[in-house]
C-alpha cells in the first residue's frame, strides 16, 4: 500500500474506512461497521499524493527517512541477471506451459503462487512461485518435512526448483536478481530482524544464493521431523541464515556470482536425480530417507549451530 509515495506496509495490517470530512459515516450499516473494534476511522487524513516523503519501512525499526545501509552491488550485475532472464524465459517457456498444465490438472485452485517478500532496502514485492500446495490452509505457515499439504506434481517441482521459474518475471521487474539472499516473508522481517540483519536487504533478493545451495534440497529438511517448523526456523535456522547472507554481501563479486550459479545447476541436474531416484527405489521408507536428508544437510552445512542441534533435535525445539 503505498501512500504518496511512502511505503507504509506496516498498515496492511489493519482495517481503515476512509470518509471524506463533509461525508462522515451515519448510516447504521457504518456504524455497526465500525464498533467491531476493528477499525480505525479518520475524517480529516489528507492523502493528497505528493513525492517529498521517501520512507522505507524497515522491519521492526520502523519509517525512515533513508535506508541506513548503502545499496550494494558491482558494475553489470543488473545487466547480467536482465540478460540471463530474457534468455532463461526463451529457453524454459515450453517447461512453463508444461508445469501450468500439470498444475491445473492436479488439483483446483491458482497455477501462480504470490507471497509478500521483503526486496530491496525494504520494499515489499509478491514473490510468484508455481503452487505447490493444495488449498487447505490449516497448519503451520510454515512447509516441514512430508508436509501433507504438498502435492505430488509439487513435491517434483520442488526438489527440481522449477516452481521457481516464474521469480524470472520477478528479476525483469527489478525486484529480484538471479543470485542474492534468499528472500523472506515481509512479516518475519518485521518480528524477527534486528538493524544489523537488515543489512540483508541492501541488494535484492536472489533466486538462488550460498543459502539456497548448502542447505539444498531445502530448507524443509533442516528442521527435525519432532521441532515445531515455525519455531525452530526462526530461533535456530534465520540467524545462521543470515549470518550466510551478510558473508554473501561483504564478498560479492561477479565470479563469485558465476560458481553459486554454477553450483545452484549442479544441484538441481545432479542432486536432484540422487534425492528423487532413492525415493523412487524404496517409496515406503520416505519419511525415514526425509530424516536422512535432515541429518546428511545439517551434517554437511556450514552452518555451526545447525550440526550441533541435529545431534538432538528435540532439545532444540523445547
Same mark, same amino acid.
Given at each position: 500500500?503505498?501512500?504518496?509515495?511512502?511505503?507504509?506496509?506496516?498498515?496492511?495490517?489493519?482495517?481503515?474506512?476512509?470518509?471524506?470530512?463533509?461525508?462522515?459515516?451515519?448510516?447504521?450499516?457504518?456504524?455497526?461497521?465500525?464498533?467491531?473494534?476493528?477499525?480505525?476511522?479518520?475524517?480529516?487524513?489528507?492523502?493528497?499524493?505528493?513525492?517529498?516523503?521517501?520512507?522505507?519501512?524497515?522491519?521492526?525499526?520502523?519509517?525512515?527517512?533513508?535506508?541506513?545501509?548503502?545499496?550494494?552491488?558491482?558494475?553489470?550485475?543488473?545487466?547480467?541477471?536482465?540478460?540471463?532472464?530474457?534468455?532463461?524465459?526463451?529457453?524454459?517457456?515450453?517447461?512453463?506451459?508444461?508445469?501450468?498444465?500439470?498444475?491445473?490438472?492436479?488439483?483446483?485452485?491458482?497455477?501462480?503462487?504470490?507471497?509478500?517478500?521483503?526486496?530491496?532496502?525494504?520494499?515489499?514485492?509478491?514473490?510468484?512461485?508455481?503452487?505447490?500446495?493444495?488449498?487447505?490452509?490449516?497448519?503451520?505457515?510454515?512447509?516441514?518435512?512430508?508436509?501433507?499439504?504438498?502435492?505430488?506434481?509439487?513435491? %517434483? *517441482?520442488?526438489?527440481?526448483?522449477? !516452481?521457481?521459474?516464474? &521469480?524470472?518475471? #520477478?528479476?525483469?521487474?527489478?525486484?529480484? @536478481?538471479?543470485?542474492?539472499?534468499?528472500?523472506?516473508?515481509?512479516?518475519?522481517?518485521?518480528?524477527?530482524?534486528?538493524?544489523?540483519?537488515?543489512?540483508?536487504?541492501?541488494?535484492?533478493?536472489?533466486?538462488?544464493?550460498?543459502?539456497?545451495?548448502?542447505?539444498?534440497?531445502?530448507?524443509?529438511?533442516?528442521?527435525?521431523?519432532?521441532?515445531?517448523?515455525?519455531?525452530?526456523?526462526?530461533?535456530?535456522?534465520?540467524?545462521?541464515?543470515?549470518?550466510?547472507?551478510?558473508?554473501?554481501?561483504?564478498?560479492?563479486?561477479?565470479?563469485?556470482?558465476?560458481?553459486?550459479?554454477?553450483?545452484?545447476?549442479?544441484?538441481?541436474?545432479?542432486?536432484?536425480?540422487? %534425492? *528423487?531416484?532413492?525415493?523412487?527405489? !524404496?517409496?515406503?521408507? &520416505?519419511?525415514? #530417507?526425509?530424516?536422512?536428508?535432515?541429518? @546428511?544437510?545439517?551434517?554437511?552445512?556450514?552452518?555451526?549451530?545447525?550440526?550441533?542441534?541435529?545431534?538432538?533435535?528435540?532439545?532444540?525445539?523445547?
Amino acid at each position: 500500500m503505498v501512500f504518496g509515495g511512502v511505503y507504509a506496509p506496516s498498515l496492511l495490517a489493519g482495517k481503515f474506512l476512509l470518509c471524506p470530512a463533509s461525508s462522515r459515516p451515519g448510516t447504521r450499516k457504518s456504524k455497526n461497521f465500525l464498533n467491531d473494534g476493528k477499525v480505525l476511522t479518520r475524517t480529516n487524513m489528507n492523502l493528497q499524493p505528493t513525492t517529498a516523503a521517501k520512507a522505507t519501512y524497515l522491519g521492526n525499526q520502523g519509517p525512515v527517512d533513508d535506508f541506513p545501509f548503502p545499496v550494494r552491488g558491482y558494475p553489470g550485475k543488473r545487466a547480467l541477471d536482465i540478460f540471463l532472464s530474457l534468455l532463461a524465459l526463451l529457453l524454459t517457456l515450453p517447461l512453463f506451459v508444461l508445469t501450468a498444465l500439470l498444475i491445473w490438472l492436479s488439483s483446483p485452485g491458482p497455477i501462480f503462487y504470490r507471497g509478500l517478500r521483503a526486496g530491496l532496502r525494504g520494499k515489499p514485492f509478491w514473490q510468484l512461485k508455481f503452487r505447490t500446495m493444495t488449498l487447505r490452509h490449516s497448519g503451520n505457515p510454515f512447509t516441514s518435512q512430508g508436509d501433507p499439504r504438498v502435492t505430488p506434481i509439487g513435491r %517434483v *517441482l520442488r526438489l527440481f526448483r522449477i !516452481d521457481e521459474l516464474p &521469480q524470472i518475471i #520477478n528479476i525483469l521487474k527489478g525486484e529480484m @536478481s538471479w543470485v542474492g539472499p534468499r528472500p523472506e516473508d515481509y512479516d518475519i522481517v518485521v518480528r524477527c530482524y534486528s538493524t544489523d540483519q537488515l543489512r540483508v536487504l541492501s541488494v535484492r533478493p536472489g533466486l538462488t544464493g550460498t543459502v539456497q545451495v548448502k542447505s539444498f534440497p531445502g530448507l524443509e529438511y533442516m528442521i527435525p521431523p519432532e521441532a515445531d517448523p515455525q519455531r525452530y526456523y526462526e530461533e535456530v535456522l534465520l540467524p545462521q541464515r543470515l549470518e550466510e547472507d551478510l558473508r554473501y554481501i561483504e564478498n560479492m563479486s561477479f565470479w563469485g556470482d558465476l560458481k553459486i550459479l554454477f553450483a545452484t545447476i549442479y544441484c538441481v541436474f545432479v542432486k536432484s536425480w540422487s %534425492v *528423487l531416484l532413492k525415493t523412487k527405489r !524404496d517409496p515406503g521408507r &520416505q519419511k525415514r #530417507n526425509e530424516n536422512e536428508f535432515y541429518l @546428511s544437510a545439517t551434517s554437511t552445512s556450514q552452518f555451526p549451530q545447525q550440526r550441533e542441534s541435529a545431534k538432538s533435535p528435540t532439545k532444540a525445539a523445547a
